[in-house]
Structure formats: structure tokens, C-alpha cells
């Protein structure tokens, strides 16, 4: 743990928090990542791709997010997926506009008319 809470993390700007996780826990949180992402690229239909020339996951439509875990029986209709998509890219834009806020001094979001 070499001493570092998560209650110690949460109460830090993002930039302070990644920069005081160890070196053990960023290489941790890369490898898990990494595994996925591996996973993705090699994998179709859950079944390693061994007569592939190029991985599934770099061919047209090979990366879909799909790991074949579906606990629920969650039904995945386009509209599902499309709002997984755009929740995503609002969470990005967000922790972006976090980080900016934080590490730029002097600058804050735009006010809003309403």
C-alpha cells in the first residue's frame, strides 16, 4: 500500500491523485487494461482469431466493446449501445474539463445564461 489511502487520493485534485499513486498501482492499472484491450484486438466471437491476417479488433467493425460478459441478459439494441457511446464521450469531455479546471489557475467554466 506504501501508505497511500484512497480517502488520501479522493481528497486531491485529479492531477495531485495520479501523480501520488505508486508506481505499483499505475503498473497494475496498466496491465489489467492492457489484458483487455489484448483481448479485444485477438479475439471474435469470443474465440482466438488464428487464421487472421489482420487481428479482428483492427479490422472494419472489429472493435465493438462486446467481452461476452453479459451477467444480466442485458438485450443490446442499437439504441443501447449508441447511449453507452454518448454517456462515454460525455464522461470524458467532463474529466477533461475537471482536469483543465485544475490544473490551469485562474480558469473556470463558462457561465451559462440559465
Do not use: C
Request: glycine share 10%.
Amino acid at each position: 500500500t506504501e501508505g497511500v489511502k484512497f480517502a488520501d487520493l479522493a481528497a486531491m485534485s485529479p492531477v495531485e491523485a495520479i501523480h501520488n499513486i505508486p508506481a505499483g498501482g499505475l503498473a497494475q492499472m496498466f496491465a489489467a487494461i492492457t489484458l483487455v484491450e489484448i483481448y479485444e484486438l485477438t479475439h471474435r466471437d469470443g474465440k482466438l482469431a488464428y487464421d487472421e491476417t489482420v487481428a479482428p479488433g483492427l479490422q472494419p467493425g472489429g472493435l465493438t466493446g462486446d467481452l461476452g460478459w453479459n451477467p444480466l441478459g442485458v438485450k443490446v439494441t442499437d439504441r443501447r449501445r449508441l447511449s453507452e457511446l454518448q454517456n462515454g464521450r460525455a464522461a470524458m469531455f467532463a474529466i477533461s474539463a475537471w482536469v483543465a479546471a485544475e490544473t490551469i489557475p485562474g480558469s473556470f467554466p463558462l457561465p451559462l445564461p440559465w
